[in-house]
T-cell receptor, first 114, second 113 residues
Framework: KAGVTQTPRYLIKTRGQQVTLSCSPISGHRSVSWYQQTPGQGLQFLFEYFSETQRNKGNFPGRFSGRQFSNSRSEMNVSTLELGDSALYLC?????????????FGEGSWLTVV | DAKTTQPPSMDCAEGRAANLPCNHSTISGNEYVYWYRQIHSQGPQYIIHGLKNNETNEMASLIITEDRKSSTLILPHATLRDTAVYYCIVRVGGSSNTGKLIFGQGTTLQVKP
């Protein structure tokens, strides 16, 4: 069974640009969540989608957004990039999202903003 | 904020058991204890989880105290590849819970030859 797949793995963007990251969850998983990891703040929850609906959101500015498609694949978008957005962005999936269902992570997308 | 407290770092000799402690004194009855580890530059890897009973799988054992206020992750025969940051996470139960994990700073385990 394939794991959580994230693309692209590495990318470099310029301040002010926008970026879209993609995530394909494990087959059959309907809950997809996103995290940001930086050296200073550690791993922080961004948002979670279930059945195409956002049902939880972390404390991030509106420049960070996401969506989920009917096949459970998800994308996140960051607009007007800032240097501080440089981070490892992680996608995770689970069957439903409740605590009885384990959350599995992808390998992440490394974003560098210059 | 994370509901767990872990030592920032630990060392373990290769081949010996690694015992990683975690305090979660405010845990509620419907909250699970989850363990993940992260090897540098990779996504967190699920290890094990439990609610009340001790659990064991092919990777590790999880020992939860009877009052559930603390737990220990045991890697029975640590190898150099087990060097990683280990996160202990309390995950809220109930219908209000979603796929959200609150990570603390974790414990950096260094396995030495």
């Amino acid at each position: 069974k394939a794991g959580v797949t994230q693309t692209p793995r590495y990318l470099i963007k310029t301040r002010g640009q926008q970026v879209t990251l993609s995530c394909s969850p494990i087959s059959g998983h309907r809950s997809v969540s996103w995290y940001q990891q930086t050296p200073g703040q550690g791993l922080q929850f961004l948002f979670e989608y279930f059945s195409e609906t956002q049902r939880n959101k972390g404390n991030f500015p509106g420049r960070f957004s996401g969506r989920q498609f009917s096949n459970s694949r998800s994308e996140m978008n960051v607009s007007t990039l800032e240097l501080g957005d440089s981070a490892l962005y992680l996608c995770a999936s689970s069957f439903r999202g409740d605590p009885g269902n384990t959350i599995y992570f992808g390998e992440g997308s490394w974003l560098t903003v210059v | 904020d994370a509901k767990t407290t872990q030592p920032p770092s630990m060392d373990c000799a290769e081949g010996r058991a690694a015992n990683l402690p975690c305090n979660h004194s405010t845990i509620s009855g419907n909250e699970y204890v989850y363990w993940y580890r992260q090897i540098h530059s990779q996504g967190p890897q699920y290890i094990i989880h439990g609610l009340k009973n001790n659990e064991t799988n092919e990777m590790a054992s999880l020992i939860i105290t009877e009052d559930r206020k603390s737990s220990t992750l045991i890697l029975p025969h640590a190898t150099l590849r087990d060097t990683a940051v280990y996160y202990c996470i309390v995950r809220v139960g109930g219908s209000s819970n979603t796929g959200k994990l609150i990570f603390g700073q974790g414990t950096t385990l260094q396995v030495k030859p």
